[in-house]
Nanobody, 115 residues
Framework: QVQLVESGGGWVQAGGSLRLSCAAS????????MGWYRQAPGKQRELVAA???????TLSDSVKGRFTISRDSPKNTIYLRMNSLKPEDTAVYYC?????????WGQGTQVTVSS
């Protein structure tokens, strides 16, 4: 199994920045990709950013130019740097780890952006 623990969420004013962290433990050698999803009130969970084991990154159109996903492989940790935050970025952000046949999720961390 893989365990994921997110941190770094909080409350910021519009235009501010936050950095989310997701530390993976357990069967980390089986992870093929990791990413960040978010779910706003009344909305479906959506992909924000993903990072494959080969280094390929994917960003949602809504965050391109503002968010950056990165990794620290020795620490089995990924990060999401969020700049120029907007109120519409308010959501619970979930870390995801994808294995060949399984997906694992963190508990989520709340990001609230005030106007």
């Amino acid at each position: 199994q893989v365990q994921l623990v997110e941190s770094g969420g909080g409350w910021v004013q519009a235009g501010g920045s936050l950095r989310l962290s997701c530390a993976a433990s357990g069967s980390v050698i089986r992870i093929n990709a990791m990413g960040w999803y978010r779910q706003a009130p009344g909305k479906q969970r959506e992909l924000v950013a993903a990072l494959a084991i080969n280094g390929t990154t994917t960003l949602s159109d809504s965050v391109k130019g503002r968010f950056t996903i990165s990794r620290d492989s020795p620490k089995n940790t990924i990060y999401l740097r969020m700049n120029s935050l907007k109120p519409e970025d308010t959501a619970v952000y979930y870390c995801n780890a994808r294995l060949i046949t399984q997906n694992y999720w963190g508990q989520g961390t709340q990001v609230t952006v005030s106007s």
